[in-house]
């Protein structure tokens, strides 16, 4: 009877250590197996207080001429109630849901039943079948990189529709924007929602899931690290890339067909926003297959974070600049014009070389030349959940010598020129530079804790040859 007993807590003991390494090593990886009180906190203050600070700023451009001031002003002194500003704001409407639901109709077609043509005749674009990174269970993904071709179908319709079909005014986005807020709402709350019920019932590969026992961190952070339907269609490159990313220069061109419509001319500040965006955007789609080696597709699980975000969120707050000018049109000066154009294309330019140095070492294995000498680097390993263990090379040449996120830096200076573009009367186009500010500086300390963990020793290392995260002598 002893012996039994024995046998049995041995069993358990092993089991325990079994889970307790599993966790270990897949904690390397994506969001946390446990909630301190400090993750819990400001889960639910996004889950609570986001959706209201995205209408809160869309309601001050409709209904005070994007005035963040006067709002709060205004029920401070007793001039309006919360009612009246409700009230004062364009409901959802047949027409609002007839477009949305045809848009993300439309792109989810573009996703999964058309594959990539545009790789086999542009020069140096990837796209096709491609192969994502290794998962926590040591799963490699396979997915269909057509988002370059989605954007350009995408984007010759709506000109030839513009220029010879009429079927819809190109202001039509500007003419239905809140509308089509509650639209990308019920979309966000949906994906997110069933994106958690999938987790639960039928995930797509179990061992890729994380479980904490806490409702809102699950269903913020997402329990699935790869959620999918069919083959094709993954919910984290979808809804990252589409429908939000797509419709991002639509946006910006619905808003400058409304400053033309209002004001008879296009500001051009208005034109600087488009094109910079625009060289954004399809930058991301030329490098899709890039993406799938980025903190997105390779560390986050898909929960209400990037459902919820990415169709509310993105298309909304990362197009106020846009949505600004339409309200306050703003004539640049030559030198002011100039001046954001440059400061731009230079962040452009470090955002992209940056990456392509990383992009180039780790295709070459290192064996390739970064500012015409052999790249330097640490070897590294790690182990997944499985007891596969891996190795890889951490780069201290090049951009990546001057800091361990230099991508950011060019992405902050870009994020800068877009609110620049808008003059400086109004805080309202510069929440985006302030936002990115954040998010970027909390994703460094983010990644950089799971390299830790993941890493280990040679991560300080690497810390120690590459002392700055995103001002080399500053941070």
Not at 284 to 311: P, R, V
Not at 341 to 358: A, D, E, S
Request: hydrophobic share 45%; with cysteine; net charge positive.
């Amino acid at each position: 009877m002893a012996t039994h007993q024995e046998k049995k807590l041995a069993e358990g003991r092993k089991h325990q250590n079994m889970q307790n390494d599993t966790k270990a090593s897949q904690g390397q990886w994506g969001r946390a197996w446990e909630v301190d009180w400090f993750s819990l906190a400001s889960v639910l203050f996004l889950l609570m207080f986001a959706p209201l600070i995205v209408y809160y700023f869309i309601m001050s451009c409709a209904q005070y001429q994007c005035s963040l001031t006067d709002p709060l002003l205004d029920l401070l002194m007793g001039n309006k109630h919360l009612s009246d500003i409700w009230n004062s704001t364009p409901v959802l409407t047949y027409k609002a849901a007839g477009i949305y639901s045809l848009w993300v109709t439309f792109q989810v077609v573009l996703y999964v039943f058309i594959p990539d043509f545009c790789h086999k005749f542009l020069p140096g674009y990837v796209g096709g079948v491609q192969e994502g990174a290794v998962t926590p269970a040591g799963v490699v993904n396979k997915y269909e990189i057509n988002g370059l071709q989605a954007w350009i179908i995408t984007h010759v319709l709506w000109f030839a529709n513009a220029a010879c079909f009429h079927f819809f005014s190109p202001t039509i986005m500007f003419d239905n924007w809140i509308p089509l807020l509650w639209c990308a709402n019920i979309l966000g709350y949906a994906v997110s929602t069933f994106a958690m019920i999938k987790g639960y019932f039928f995930p797509t590969n179990a061992k890729d899931c994380k479980f904490t026992g806490n409702f809102f961190y699950d269903y913020m952070m997402g329990i699935e690290f790869n959620p999918r339907i069919g083959k094709w269609f993954d919910f984290k490159l979808f809804f990252n890339g589409r429908p939000g990313i797509v419709a991002w220069t639509l946006i910006n061109l619905s808003f400058a067909a409304k400053q033309q419509e209002l004001y008879g001319e296009v500001t051009n500040s208005m034109v600087l926003v488009n094109v910079l965006q625009a060289i954004y955007v399809v930058d991301f789609f030329w490098n899709e297959a890039w993406y799938l080696k980025t903190i997105d597709i390779c560390h986050d699980h898909f929960g209400w974070y990037l459902g919820w975000g990415d169709c509310v969120w993105l298309p909304y707050l990362y197009t106020l600049q846009g949505l600004y000018l339409v309200y306050h049109p703003v004539q640049l000066s030559t030198a002011h014009a100039v001046g954001v154009l440059v400061l731009g294309l230079l962040g452009y330019y470090i955002f992209r070389m940056t990456n392509h140095q990383k992009d180039l070492f780790r295709r070459t294995n290192g064996k390739c030349r970064i500012w015409g000498k052999k790249p330097e680097y640490i070897e590294c390993s790690y182990v997944s959940v499985d007891g596969t263990k891996y190795y890889s090379k951490l780069m201290t040449s090049g951009f990546w010598g001057w800091a361990r996120h230099f991508n950011y830096t060019g992405d902050l200076m870009g994020s800068l020129a877009y609110c620049l573009a808008c003059g400086f009367e109004h805080v309202l186009p510069y929440f985006y530079i302030i936002y990115m500010t954040i998010l970027l500086t909390h994703r460094c300390i983010r990644d950089e804790h799971r390299c830790s963990s993941k890493y280990g020793k040679e991560w300080k290392r690497y810390t120690t040859a590459v002392p700055y995260r995103l001002l080399p002598g500053v941070f």
